[in-house]
């Protein structure tokens, strides 16, 4: 077992965490290394909805090897020597735990509610009679076509690579992509690659690929719905912002 305290300088560290039984869990999450073993489960439980007691947290290396168990609670998480890309997987050993048989990752395993076709047409507002209204309405707004160049001016100050927040939301990311996508009216778009999967897809977009990004992290927009400057990565887990 790693037994040398990583503490001073940079006194924080970057872990992706995995969870033992929701197998589409992983996120990357900061630790201050100064902070105790139980103080890490606070946080995770947070993510995870793992209760500490029921907690186990194993630590792999960016190779896939495990190094150890966290085992003692009182030790600083500086103690087991994490370092930057370190991998800590939660160990749920509550058998009765609400992530326990695997009906958080596969939805089929959850009963649905089933409504017939004529049942659902017979209601006075659905989804789909709203989807037909809206339609109508957008046909009679692109009436109004916009110039072929819409936002260029916009675009001049907002590069590929730029941090950003965007509207709605505050939602935080980078710039992917600056200019025209098709069929998606005139003028230019940008893509953002949000830090959180808040997003509708990967940079595809009806077929066509815009940007690379992990799945739901995908979002564009018109420029004037983007800022640009220094909008660092949000830490979900700082006391402050829960």
């Keep these: ?26 996120s990357e999450v900061r630790f201050d290394l100064e902070m105790s073993v139980e103080a890490a489960k606070e946080k995770l439980w947070k993510k995870c909805g793992t209760s ?7 630590l792999y290396d960016d190779a896939g090897s495990k190094i150890c168990d966290l085992s003692d609670n009182a030790r ?3 103690f087991y020597s994490p ?31 089933k409504i017939s076709e004529e049942a659902y047409n017979k209601l006075n507002s659905n989804f789909r ?16 076509k916009l110039p072929e160049n819409y936002a260029d001016d916009l675009c001049k100050s907002i590069k590929v690579g730029d941090r950003c927040e965007v509207e709605p939301g505050e939602k935080r990311g980078v710039v992917k992509f600056v200019g ?3 069929n998606r009216g005139p003028g230019f ?19 066509r690929r815009y940007f690379e990004c992990l799945p739901q992290h995908g979002i564009l927009l018109r420029p004037e719905k983007v800022k640009v400057g220094d909008y660092p990565e949000r830490d979900p887990f700082d006391e402050e912002e829960i």
């Design 1 to 26: 077992m790693a037994s040398r305290l990583q503490l001073g300088g940079n006194d924080t560290v970057l872990l992706r965490v995995t969870h033992s039984n929701i197998k589409g869990f992983s």
């Design 52 to 58: 500490v007691d029921s907690m186990l947290l194993e």
């Design 76 to 78: 600083p998480l500086g």
């Design 83 to 113: 370092l930057n890309g370190y991998h800590i997987k939660v160990i749920d050993r509550d058998p009765s735990s609400v992530s326990s048989g695997g009906w958080l990752d596969d939805t089929s395993l959850v009963e649905k509610y």
């Design 129 to 144: 009679k709203f989807k037909e209204k809206l339609l109508s309405q957008n046909a009679m707004t692109h009436e109004k």
């Design 180 to 182: 025209k996508v098709e």
């Design 189 to 207: 778009w940008i893509g953002i690659q949000l830090d959180e999967p808040l997003g509708k897809h990967d940079g595809m977009v009806n077929g």
